[in-house]
Nanobody, 123 residues
Framework: QVQLVESGGGLVQAGGSLRLSCAASGRTFSTYTMGWFRQAPGKEREFVASISWNGVNTYYADALKGRFTISRDNAKNTVYLQMNSLKPEDTAVYYC????????????????WGKGILVTVSS
């Protein structure tokens, strides 16, 4: 069993930055694909970004490339999402997810999910 706990969310003005963190329990964190999803009010959950177990491979939703950066520190069992040039439409609950096995760019069929953290971008 893996527990994922997100942190770093909150309220930020448009154009600002936030860094989300996701701390994972369990000894096998370093073998998992990790990633982020988000769900805006009234919308379906959507994929944001993913990173392979060793950090070599990353994959982003097309609309977010260049503004969001995913990274991980396996020594700390933590994955990060650096979000820059934030826009009001980035307002959403952000979820951390992980998947066992080989690298899965879109983390289809994620094995574990965090409870989510709210990011609000004001105009």
């Amino acid at each position: 069993q893996v527990q994922l706990v997100e942190s770093g969310g909150g309220l930020v003005q448009a154009g600002g930055s936030l860094r989300l963190s996701c701390a994972a329990s369990g000894r096998t964190f370093s073998t998992y694909t990790m990633g982020w999803f988000r769900q805006a009010p009234g919308k379906e959950r959507e994929f944001v970004a993913s990173i392979s177990w060793n950090g070599v491979n990353t994959y982003y939703a097309d609309a977010l490339k260049g503004r969001f950066t995913i990274s991980r520190d396996n020594a700390k069992n933590t994955v990060y999402l650096q979000m820059n040039s934030l826009k009001p439409e980035d307002t959403a609950v952000y979820y951390c997810a992980c998947k066992k096995g080989g690298y899965s760019p879109n983390i289809s069929g994620a094995n574990y999910w965090g409870k989510g953290i709210l990011v609000t971008v004001s105009s």
